[in-house]
């Protein structure tokens, strides 16, 4: 071989090395998926682009179930709350002959879906409720520093999608500011996921009961009441974005229809704007489910997906790995 | 004079001057306010200080009005409603007979007054609500432009207060988010705030109503509901900040009793904390006013800054200058 030619193939190795270790998306198959997030990217970017949006104007925004974690066999929250109630039950001896509190203690969940959204709200201010912000705050780090997810055996936190862990960074390597919106409690969420997602409490929008401010004993406290102030989901997410950042994103991430009109009020303007719908189609590797789902039903979202032109992710094929402790 | 000494004055002479160029309170009258301060910032961002906080927990929020800029003659929303109500006058000939608007068109601040609380709402919601939320934005926008403040004859976003304007550069350049938590309407706010605060909207906290999604024609739009969402004064501001930031402020400004419970949910822990009050002192170049005023009545929070030990700022004496146009 030539010196020259020996030089040109180092070259090009070294260059296409370079080119893979820089790959902030190595978890993404190549594919229309991974290629529509990284020109957009590039297209808002740019400076002198037609696309280009300044950096305090780059607001993403991602649901969490099923999005940024998994919603089988059923919400996290939910699995707490269950768990809340059987560690509550012996201060709460009427559970054991009232519903819905008999359904969860007797692990009859026929009967606790039978109890409907009526019975879930009993169950969530029964358990959210009548404790200052500080002790919930407590509580949900305890559990989760215990509870397992019953089929893949570990922590919640640590089931989270590396794909998506991989987007986040990407998206705030190119300036954009990363926003939770999801239908979950917002006290739920803020004590983890600074840590989990890089996301910080100030990025965090969700659902919540009201709370009130008394001075007790001298001392200032947020007491929770049993009583929901805010549903951030379905039309309650874009309400809920322009309530908290009074700024539209320019990008937004969802799975299930009550993302829906987070992904309209994102995308359908005369600019370049982007709207990406995760669809969980493993079953081998974590769950298959769309329009009939109890948990995150995918219906009206995936139809409006095709007509929005958003892009879809097919979990199966677009993702090399789901979870960070499968990466290599 | 030996060359020694030369050397050494000169030496004097330009670390003095370096010193003083340095000051990033300039419009502060050396004293025990601005002393303060200052102390209080060196010691939460000193590394290895006892009261050190890292910087993602640095949150200071700052009420508005009668804080970062004036509240008499009047509120500027309530300037922004009454104009609101003579512009849209002609499409309403009804309120020609009808209070509190017939008040607002005779100029009858007596019958006004008779109104109270229910009048002002009833102005509030006519003139706030029934469009987009892109259209309120326009309008607010549009308004301030033109509208003149009565007594110092100059827009409204003029009369900030300049030594308020360094303190909070101050901080951020301190590693601190600055937040505005108001009693005013957020979208009033929103609009302008980050050109004449360097606060973004993401960053402003204020009172709401409701708004509602909705697709029309295919596109989505919020639209302004006449009916309160939020009240962020009194105990709703550590409600407000709570529901908003996540976080708990290590510093907190005001100049009201709609402060107090502010101030009080910011300061009152072990933790080396930070509270501020700005006493209205000075009717020469301001106003002055404290316990008897109809807006920023200052009562309650005046003797719980001297149990609590919060700074008070006396606009007279502690500050250069008031706003930005006096500066030479």
Not at 127 to 137: I, K, L, N, Q, V
Not at 160 to 187: D, H
Not at 306 to 320: C, S
Request: aromatic residues 12%.
């Amino acid at each position: 071989m030539g010196r020259f030619l020996t030089l040109a193939l180092l070259y090009l190795v070294a260059f296409t090395s370079a080119v893979a270790a820089a790959d902030p998306l190595p978890s993404w198959n190549e594919g229309p998926a991974k290629q529509s997030i990284v020109t957009f990217v590039e297209a808002v970017t740019t400076t002198g682009s037609p696309d280009f949006v300044p950096p305090e104007d780059r607001i993403a925004t991602f649901d969490n179930d099923g999005t940024l974690w998994p919603e089988q066999p059923m919400y996290t929250q939910l699995a707490f709350a269950l768990d809340r109630v059987t560690a509550m039950a012996p201060l709460h001896p009427e559970w054991k002959d009232t519903q819905p509190f008999k359904a969860v203690l007797d692990g009859d969940l026929k009967a606790l879906a039978a109890a409907g959204q009526k019975g879930l709200l009993e169950l969530v201010t029964a358990t959210h409720a009548g404790m200052t912000t500080d002790e919930f705050s407590k509580i949900v780090t305890g559990w989760l520093a215990t509870a397992r997810h019953p089929r893949f055996e570990r922590p919640y936190t640590d089931l989270v999608y590396q794909p998506m862990l991989e987007l986040l960074a990407y998206l705030r390597a190119n300036g954009f500011k990363t926003y939770i919106v999801s239908g979950g409690g917002v006290e739920f969420m803020r004590p983890w996921t600074n840590a989990v997602y890089g996301v910080p409490p100030e990025q965090v929008i969700g659902s919540s009961i009201k709370t009130v401010f008394e001075m007790r004993d001298g001392l200032p406290r947020l007491f929770r009441q049993p009583e929901i102030n805010f549903i951030d989901d379905k039309s309650g997410k874009p309400v809920g974005i322009n309530q908290f950042i009074g700024r539209r994103p320019i990008a937004a991430f969802g799975n299930s229809d009550g993302d829906l009109e987070m992904l309209q009020w994102t995308t359908l303007i005369p600019q370049r704007r982007f709207g990406l719908i995760v669809h969980h189609t493993d079953a081998e590797r974590e769950y298959a489910y769309d329009r009939n789902s109890a948990f995150g039903k995918l219906d009206v979202a995936l139809d409006a997906a095709a007509l929005n032109r958003w892009t879809v992710v097919d979990m199966k094929n677009d993702w090399i790995v789901i979870f960070p402790f499968e990466q290599k």
